[in-house]
């Protein structure tokens, strides 16, 4: 079964500091990766995607595929940056996304 | 905000009453799905469409049908034989087509509760 995991609920930390949410799959074949964010009030929305290797608001995310992770990082963390992050591969027919249960991620000042 | 529509934005049903959710998108995506989220539990997909005429199951369809008539439209019917709707329900779509490339876009969400 396609699983993914995202193991801290909640992640607190000040600003400046960096950033880390994990993300573990567990998926048959070569899943595509991606991250999507919910600021307050707004829509979910997509922060970034592995296969574009892209850096999005100071964020990246590293595959794995040894460990099967794929973590979000960010060097400073900024008070904007508070919200919730979803991990999603996709695969499988009809390029259906499995989320995570999210973590809901702040930033103190 | 434009592109992909909900409506209503809060719906309150009475038990035993079947209830339908609006989804309309003007983004000529070929693909649409429906999500539930409840705490704790992030989003799960109740059913989705690849194409106008043909939808299938996500891992959480019982109590739940679709329609998809028009390109645009995917309604979602929560039946009295659904055990627990009370939740915010979330309809997304997307296409195959560079840049945004199986990019899901969500629409401001449906908030159901059951009294």
């Known amino acids: 079964a396609q699983r993914v995991t995202q193991p801290e609920k909640l992640l607190s930390v000040f600003k400046g500091a960096p950033v880390e949410l994990k993300c573990n799959y567990s998926?048959?074949?070569?899943?595509?990766l991606f991250w999507y964010v919910q600021y307050s009030r707004q829509r979910l929305q997509l922060l970034l995607r592995?296969?574009s290797r892209e850096s999005i608001k100071g964020f990246t995310a590293d595959l794995n595929k040894g460990e099967t992770s794929f973590h979000l990082k960010k060097p400073f963390a900024q008070e904007e940056d508070s919200a919730m992050y979803y991990c999603a591969p996709m695969g499988g027919g009809g390029n259906k996304l499995t989320f995570g249960t999210g973590t809901q991620l702040k930033v103190e000042l | 905000d434009g592109g992909i529509t909900q409506s209503p934005k809060y719906l309150f049903r009475k038990e035993g009453q079947n209830v339908t959710l609006s989804c309309e998108q003007n983004?000529?995506?070929?693909?649409m799905y429906w999500y539930r989220q409840d705490p704790g539990q992030g989003l799960r997909l109740i059913y989705y469409s690849q194409i106008v005429n043909d939808f299938q199951k996500g891992d959480i369809a019982e109590g739940y049908s679709v329609s998809r008539e028009k390109k645009e439209s995917f309604p979602l019917t929560v039946t009295s034989a659904q055990k627990n709707p009370t939740a915010f329900y979330l309809c997304a779509s997307s296409n195959e087509h560079y840049p945004s490339y199986n990019e899901q876009f969500f629409g401001p969400g449906t908030r159901l509760t059951v009294l």
């Open positions: 592995h296969i």
């Open positions: 983004l000529n995506h070929d693909a």
């Open positions: 998926y048959s074949g070569s899943p595509e």
